[in-house]
């Protein structure tokens, strides 16, 4: 899939429908390259030559000089197929058609010329009908929304491939609130030429991306993307969001992308064959992902859970249960010298309580205790900071722990706009933190199936 | 449970261990009594009568003139029975104990001196080895956490009732953050005396209380529980969500509060019988118990679902076939209504897709339109707010159609900053937003699930 490659490292590119109206589609992506960060060339194209944000601007892109890689167009759909002929022409390798006005509306012809054109001069194209793509390392982004709207989130390990335009940017502006980092994000909308099966041949061989989370609703080339998802899945986790599993969901499907969803046990049968996890909601998908980006392989199922509240315990006990997930058991040794760093009301089983009046050296002390302890595969850290005695250090040491024992260690935290902020810190030190002990455990168990099936 | 009502509604105070070193527990509820608005006398009581933040000190409760209705007691639990005893003697009506150091560490029998003292005095009992109360109206706030750590909510018609005091915090920290309303709070501990049961009585007869959402992890008093909890769950839901569900869970519960969890099939069929809605994470309790509080009862399980971002529209869709709702079969008139507000390529089915052209007068139409058929029994409203097109003031468009026609309103929005600050605007009119499709469906078949079992 180095055919790819042009969508995320192009030298120059052409925004052909870039507007002189602000909040226009084709502003606004123009709008992404002139305050971006965008290390090559750029070109304006618009039949009306006046400059725009105070670029000289292209009649068309024949009047381009010099070679250009990637074209982003955004132009109502009739005009496509006769804009797309003279990117052939000029020699563009990859093409990204935002326009809607396709299959997706019924026009199937107009949708085949595009196709037949894009084999004609070999480039590959992703759309029509979508967002485009965003890549925060190489500064490429078509995302037509404005910043305030959409935040960015920054560069990370999750890539993501959608389906759906609007799922894919509403999770870019959900990541960038809670400072989850993207590698890739790509929206291919009707899949003309690029669709799944060549994001994730493509996303095998790019090194930064450590997770590769989907949004799929259909898929066509079922059984390429068996073949390839399973070979892939071998080198980094897959992670899969289905949309239209029972039978109304199915048939909102088939209204959204005139496609058949198919069933959905023939989709979990074949997610399984190939090594993806498959997860039920966006939260789940999310969740999952993130903790398999970040954190390293569990050696087994067994987890310790250290928390300061009795409640949220108990609580990742139940889920540890539900998701399949043992409760270590801590030997008598190592009990008792788990029980010189902390208060004798402090509880000393698993989970670990170390109440209300936890601190952050019992945190220390303890997590770097069980952590290095073989009788533990995994670590679930509850710290609810209401408690005052737990200083902000707390994140400084649990990165500690995260990078001095090669074990996973997934955060639960829950709270307001001071829990968020450590929340958001922690993302930084890429150890993913979740509000609920259901989801921490979720995903903790997903990292377990993962190295699994693996 | 008239009894109760001196825990809110107290006319005096008196704070026994009022501390004079910032951030001790007695110091700060006495500093929340001084920077807040409680309407009543309230005194700090310490050996030492050193002012405390310019307040005159009392050396005991003895000294106080006047009555005193509410006792907040942290002092170490040796001292508890003997101030205890003081406050029989002085007349008190309620005593709050925050203190710990009684059954939950084994000593039983200074717990049973406690229980005794106030039997003969007559004086309910909150706790000990809990946080208290929380009441926004009656500027009650005995959690002795600071306001940067732990912000306060606003006034709203939810109580929640738990067993544990951390899980308590942690959620009003997190209702506060997403501008979620709460009425009572109330943290019972080992509840010496004041129960679920006795929560439940009291809260039955409060107007603002519209929905009590409840953590716990064992009932005693089971039979008592079920037949309140049937007589209660008539007049204003109740949502419970109980730890301890699993073996593991179950042992947790046992160290934790020293109690026997007891097995999930019983709690969830004396759940069912008494027509309590069991919920299976904190997420999900919160989720369910907003759209009880504020929204009014659905005439059937007929829902209609309204999007912007057709994934969105398919995955609720999946959930609305998972929780047991039906999309509503819209009639060809109504649907020929529909379409005189909507660009052609907008889906009018159902889930009726408007795509990313929406606009906010599209939504007023649409909305307006779908919730005075009587086909339509709710509606799930998607409104993602990356696409520049809608306004903010979609708020008012979505608070209109939730006052005009009594039919439950629930909205779907994920985002960033932009997303949360109108999800926060919505919970000012009394309607839940939530991130996920899977979310507002669920709140939606729960309240479809309440109306039909009460």
């Known amino acids: 899939m180095e055919s790819l490659k042009y969508f995320f490292t192009p030298k120059s590119v052409a925004i052909i429908g870039a507007s002189h109206t602000p909040a ?15 290390p090559g060339k750029f070109y304006p194209v618009n039949p009306d030559t006046t400059p725009i944000l105070d670029q000289r601007v292209y009649p068309s892109i024949t009047a381009i ?42 026009e199937v012809e107009r949708e085949e010329e595009i196709k037949r054109i894009g084999k004609k001069y070999g480039m590959r194209i992703i759309g ?45 502006d959900w990541a ?54 399973k070979r892939v899945s071998k080198k980094k986790p897959i992670v899969c969001l289905k949309g239209g599993v029972t039978e109304s969901g199915a048939k909102a499907v088939s209204s959204h992308t005139g496609s058949l969803a198919g069933s959905a046990k023939v989709y979990s049968a ?21 903790v398999l980006a970040y954190q390293p392989k569990p050696n087994g199922n067994k987890i310790a859970i250290v928390t300061d509240g009795g409640a949220f315990g108990v609580m990742a006990a139940d889920a540890a249960e539900e998701y399949g997930l043992k409760i270590a058991d801590l030997s008598e040794e190592l009990k008792n010298r788990l029980r010189k760093f902390v208060p004798p009301h402090a509880l000393i089983k698993n989970p670990i ?34 408690i005052p ?20 260690l997934i955060v639960c935290m829950m709270g307001g706009e001071f829990t968020d902020l ?32 693996r």
Chains 1, 2 share one sequence.
């Open 389 to 408: 005695t737990i200083s902000s250090k707390i994140v400084g040491v649990l990165t500690d722990v995260s990078r001095t024992y090669k074990k996973p």
């Open 422 to 453: 450590h929340m958001r810190m922690l993302e930084d030190e890429n150890i993913p933190s979740y509000s609920t002990p259901h989801q921490a455990v979720r995903a903790m168990a997903a990292l377990v199936e993962y190295y699994s099936i």
């Open 176 to 229: 960038a609130q809670r400072n989850i980092g993207i590698n890739k994000f790509i929206s291919f909308g009707n899949k003309a030429d690029v669709d799944e099966v060549d994001c994730l041949e493509f996303l095998e061989g790019d090194e930064k991306t450590k997770c590769i989370s989907m949004y799929v609703e259909n898929i066509k080339r079922g059984k390429e993307f068996i073949k390839v998802a």
């Open 270 to 290: 074949a997610f399984r064959q190939a090594g993806v996890l498959e997860t039920k909601s966006i939260g789940e998908m999310f969740d999952v992902a993130r």
């Open 65 to 106: 000089p010099g070679k250009v890689d990637l074209a982003i167009i955004a132009v109502p759909a009739p005009t496509v197929p006769k804009v797309l002929e003279e990117c052939g022409e000029r020699g563009v390798k990859a093409v990204i058609i935002i326009s809607g006005g396709f299959a997706e509306i019924g």
């Open 353 to 386: 309580d170390l109440t209300g009046d936890a601190s952050t050296d019992m945190y220390y002390d303890v997590l770097h205790t069980i952590a290095s302890d073989p009788s533990v595969d995994g670590i679930i850290a509850i710290c609810l900071l209401q």
């Open 24 to 38: 226009k589609i084709g502003y606004t992506i123009f709008e992404n390259f002139v305050k971006g960060e965008f």
């Open 128 to 172: 029509p009908n979508c967002m485009g793509v965003f890549d925060p390392y190489n500064k490429i982004d078509t995302l037509f929304m404005p910043g305030y709207r959409l935040r960015r989130p920054k560069k990370g390990a999750i890539s993501f491939v959608s389906q759906s335009g609007a799922f894919g940017i509403a999770a870019m």
